[in-house]
């Protein structure tokens, strides 16, 4: 039982390690993610002060206001969907991170689960062994 008991240990300590490998590896991912994102706000920042630049060299030459202001717009649109393009991936990474972690998880437990009711059955069947080597060593003594 003891010999059991250190197996549980040992595949315990295993999954942790596992886990810990996935939570480190999608935290690199992450990080990587947002580090995306960040590059892509400033550029976003860079590109709108290029197009501020570019907005007032039109407005020195004197283009029409419905021009410029249709070219502020596409230009908002681009940066916008570009943004929100890269968050989406963000998302769609912090939910592939949860779904690994809440998989991790229920798998742990399922092997807990399975050591823990093997290890129940073997001391209930270690108490009714030892049950029936009283009642034998009890009975030997009469006879």
Do not use: C
Request: avoid cysteine; aromatic fraction near 4%; glycine fraction near 2%.
């Amino acid at each position: 039982m003891q010999h059991q008991l250190q197996q549980l240990r040992d595949s315990y300590s295993q999954a942790e390690e596992a886990k810990s490998a996935l939570i480190k590896e999608h935290e690199g991912e992450l990080r990587e993610s947002r580090n995306a994102i960040n590059q892509l706000r400033e550029q976003y920042r860079t590109s709108q002060e290029s197009h501020t630049r570019t907005l007032r060299q039109i407005q020195r030459s004197h283009v029409p206001k419905d021009e410029m202001e249709n070219y502020r717009q596409q230009v908002d649109r681009e940066a916008e969907m570009a943004l929100k393009e890269k968050i989406q991936d963000v998302n769609h990474a912090l939910v592939q991170d949860a779904a690994m972690r809440e998989a991790t998880s229920a798998h742990e437990r399922l092997l807990f689960e399975k050591n823990l009711q093997r290890l129940q059955q073997q001391v209930v069947d270690l108490k009714r062994t030892k049950q029936q080597q009283l009642l034998l060593n009890n009975n030997s003594g009469r006879w």
